[in-house]
């Protein structure tokens, strides 16, 4: 994570890069995890009229 970390700190969007890692579960995409990445997808990129 420090090497994504430092390379969005250097194109000043440290406020843009997050994860999540969920103890024990291995090399997934959780349900939890997906619910944030759709989250994440809704605020940047909303759907077409807003929704």
């Known amino acids: 994570m ?3 970390e430092k ?3 250097k194109c000043e969007a440290k406020d843009s890069f997050t994860y999540f890692i969920e103890e024990n579960q291995g090399h997934v995409l959780s349900e939890q995890m997906w ?3 759709k989250s994440k997808f809704l ?5 077409k009229g807003g929704q």
């Open 2 to 4: 420090e090497t994504i």
């Open 7 to 9: 390379a969005y700190y």
């Open 35 to 37: 619910e944030r990445a």
């Open 43 to 47: 605020k940047y990129l909303p759907p």
